[in-house]
């Protein structure tokens, strides 16, 4: 197709992920406060708007008009910097997740993401987490704290060991799909099982899932694995001296980062878009979508269901389950899958 | 296009430039930070070849120096926090006897 | 001839040496490493220009991932602090910053004079076996390769990141008691 045609389909694509991904993490958080607050047998937000809907709204204006105080001996350009990018690398993994098949408009197909199809897609997002990283070492030195700065150590020494894992439990399902695009390893997931059960990675392959989910929880630092931040550990960890705007923009970093694996958890996990189709040519276009969104919605609420019900880690037994458990186990799976299908 | 040789010069800044951190910086992380730009002024050169005689050889030799690297890293950093604990400075001028 | 390329490869190769020229500069060492980690992103973008996509994400993922932030914790954890300028590192500004331009320059004269301006990727590959979709570099071409032809050096660098690994962590350890190992007890 043109070149304009592409570039301005690109940027109505980028501008309606992002305002999604915004609201979506907004919403995540009212979700996150009314069932931990349910669960711990209590209302949660409930006196702004209907069922407390408008509270991400007042938390945002809240955020604005908070003093933004910068301490006196930090080290300026990092300080100001490591929310960037914890906040930019955290909504960049967007760009290469599939959202469902291509729709074809005016004669041109587009894909419903916001680059082409990519053939290294994994690789890229492997690659942008790596980068996260940064974000949270460079905050936790930069303040000039001597909590902050091991907060910030810890957190990025944690992010470092399960990556490791993610990316050993994503090899599994390489080698059943044969291919790093994504959209590829979604169309290896369609058809049945015996009619009935849907040949989803996570009934093929749950040793992966279930490593899949622990680094998630470790690289995302959620209960149980969310010492650098806990309120009772090193004050507040890396995000101790940052106020008002800074501070949401490492809380949406956070929540974007769930997102963003939950995304992934459906695509190579949960089937992707695949699900029953139904109805008009319009709705069939839309259908996928909307399993799309249903199944990460799912997974965030697995998210916060644990956040509830598990207490956190301590920093040593941390460290011992990512390396002395997490990753034999995805060595394992790894050599048990590559066995199978050589066989 | 791209001739071989805008590649190669490139390869050849990055290089010159780790040369003259190497020879112009004191303290011994920094050092070590130049060494790693040398390595990968030799990795462009190395893909930038691979391109050029159409073989992908080249870019699996990128492969292991990347390997060799990150182990040399990680020794050399383990070495770096040794001298540190002993002798309390990063500054090479200052890391200049045999003995303690 | 202006074409994509050349305008990508020059936007790339002038971010990346200007992080270069920025980690000399740097009296900080924090800075040097931000600057490396820039000039490492920019050699990834280099190699996706020459059809390398593999090796570009492991540069990513590697190099500016876990080698450099190896680099950002040792600087955090030792408190580097800023340079001062001594007496070796006068001479050693005043000799060696010419003499590497100097020779970086004939080097440059030399390669440029004897080269052709062909386009570096003109040509047909040699692997006919590519994959309708992917460029040489994917790594459903590298990795037969790496396991096939490159299986010994692929062998040898895993034994070498084992001894890394063991080495680095002896070396980094601190010493468990006063005055060295226990002596054995003879009587």
Redesign the interface.
């Known amino acids: 197709m043109p070149i304009w045609i592409y570039i301005l389909a690109s940027v109505i694509k980028s501008a309606i992920v992002l305002l999604v991904l915004l609201t979506a993490v907004a919403y995540t958080v009212w979700l996150e406060r009314k069932v931990v607050g349910r669960m711990q047998n209590r209302w949660g937000p409930t006196r702004v708007g209907p069922f407390g809907l408008l509270q991400p709204a007042a938390d945002g204006i809240k955020f604005l008009f908070k003093e933004d105080l910068t301490p006196p001996h930090v080290?300026k350009p990092?300080f100001l910097a490591a929310p960037l990018i914890a906040v930019v690398f955290a909504l960049t993994s967007i760009a290469v997740i599939p959202f469902g098949n291509s729709i074809t408009l005016f004669g041109y197909s587009f894909p419903l993401q916001i680059t082409t199809d990519v053939?290294?897609g994994l690789?890229?997002i492997?690659?942008v987490?790596?980068?996260g990283?940064?974000g949270v070492?460079?905050a936790?030195?930069s303040s000039n704290n001597k909590y902050s700065?091991l907060g910030?150590?810890r957190a990025?020494?944690q992010m470092?060991s399960y990556?490791i894992s993610l990316g050993l439990s994503l090899v599994g399902v390489l080698i059943l799909a044969g291919?790093?695009s994504l959209t590829d390893i979604v169309h290896a997931q369609q058809g049945h099982f015996w009619g009935f059960i849907p040949h989803w990675n996570i009934f093929v392959q749950p040793v992966a899932f279930f490593c899949y989910l622990m680094a998630a929880y470790a690289e995302t630092n959620r209960i149980p694995f969310d010492l650098p931040e806990a309120e009772t550990e090193l004050v507040a960890g890396y995000h101790t001296e940052y106020s008002a705007m800074k501070f949401a923009m490492f809380f949406m970093a956070e929540y974007a980062n769930m997102i963003t694996v939950g995304c992934l958890a459906t695509l190579l996990f949960l089937g992707g878009w695949n699900g029953p189709i139904f109805g008009p040519a319009i709705v069939q276009a839309l259908l996928p979508v909307l399993w799309f969104c249903a199944k990460v919605f799912v997974f965030l609420f697995i998210y916060i269901w644990v956040r509830g019900t598990l207490p956190r880690f301590r920093y040593d037994q941390l460290m011992a389950f990512g390396w002395k458990f997490l990753l034999p186990l995805a060595l394992v799976n790894l050599i048990a899958t590559a066995i199978a299908v050589a066989w | 296009?791209?001739?071989?040789?805008?590649?190669?010069?490139?390869s050849?800044?990055?290089?010159?430039?780790?040369?003259?951190?190497f020879?112009?910086?004191?303290?011994i992380?920094?050092i070590?930070?130049?060494i790693?730009?040398m390595l990968?002024g030799v990795?462009?050169s190395f893909?930038?070849f691979?391109?050029?005689w159409?073989?992908?050889?080249g870019?699996?030799f990128?492969?292991?120096v990347?390997?060799?690297?990150?182990?040399?890293?990680?020794?050399g950093?383990?070495?770096?926090?040794?001298v540190?604990?002993t002798r309390e400075t990063?500054?090479v001028?200052q890391v200049n006897l045999l003995k303690l | 001839?202006i074409?994509v390329?050349?305008v990508l490869?020059l936007v790339f190769?002038a971010i990346?040496?200007a992080g270069?020229?920025n980690?000399?500069v740097q009296r900080h060492?924090?800075n040097?490493?931000l600057s490396?980690?820039a000039?490492?992103a920019a050699?990834a973008g280099?190699?996706l220009?020459?059809?390398?996509?593999?090796?570009a994400?492991?540069?990513?993922?590697?190099?500016?991932?876990?080698?450099m932030?190896?680099?950002?914790?040792?600087?955090?954890?030792?408190n580097?602090g800023e340079?001062?300028r001594?007496?070796?590192?006068r001479v050693?500004?005043m000799f060696?910053?010419p003499g590497?331009?100097l020779?970086?320059l004939l080097?440059?004269w030399v390669?440029?004079k004897h080269?052709?301006?062909?386009?570096?990727?003109?040509?047909?590959?040699?692997?006919a076996s590519i994959p309708a979709?992917?460029?040489?570099?994917?790594?459903?071409?590298?990795g037969p390769?790496?396991f096939h032809?490159?299986l010994l050096?692929?062998e040898i660098?895993s034994i070498?990141?084992l001894?890394?690994?063991m080495?680095?962590?002896v070396?980094?350890s601190?010493p468990t008691a006063p005055g060295g190992p226990p002596q054995k007890v003879k009587d």
Not at chain 2, 3 to 10: D, G, I, M
Not at chain 2, 77 to 82: D, E, G, Q, T, V
Not at chain 3, 49 to 55: D, N, S, T
Not at chain 3, 115 to 127: C, F, I, L, Y
């Open positions: 080290y990092l053939n290294t690789l890229l492997l690659g987490t790596s980068i990283v940064y070492a460079l936790g030195w700065l910030g150590l990025s020494a470092v990556e291919s790093f | 296009m791209v001739p071989l040789s805008y590649y190669l010069v490139l050849g800044i990055l290089f010159a430039c780790g040369v003259t951190g020879l112009i910086k004191r303290n992380i920094t070590f930070m130049s790693e730009l990968n990795n462009l893909v930038a691979a391109a050029h159409h073989t992908l050889s870019q699996v990128v492969f292991f990347m390997v060799v690297a990150a182990a040399e890293a990680a020794v950093l383990a070495i770096i926090i040794s540190y604990r990063l500054n001028d | 001839m074409s390329h050349l490869f190769g990346a040496v270069a020229v980690l000399l060492p924090i040097s490493a490396l980690i000039v490492m050699l280099e190699y220009l020459l059809g390398a996509e593999f090796v994400a492991v540069q990513v993922i590697v190099y500016a991932g876990a080698i932030v190896l680099f950002v914790f040792t600087i955090m954890l030792l580097a340079e001062e001594t007496q070796g590192s050693a500004f060696g910053i590497m331009l020779g970086s080097v440059a390669v440029l080269s052709g301006t062909e386009a570096v990727n003109a040509g047909v590959w040699d692997s979709r992917s460029v040489p570099g994917s790594p459903e071409t590298i390769l790496l032809e490159f050096p692929f660098t070498l990141i001894v890394a690994i080495g680095a962590v070396l980094a601190r």
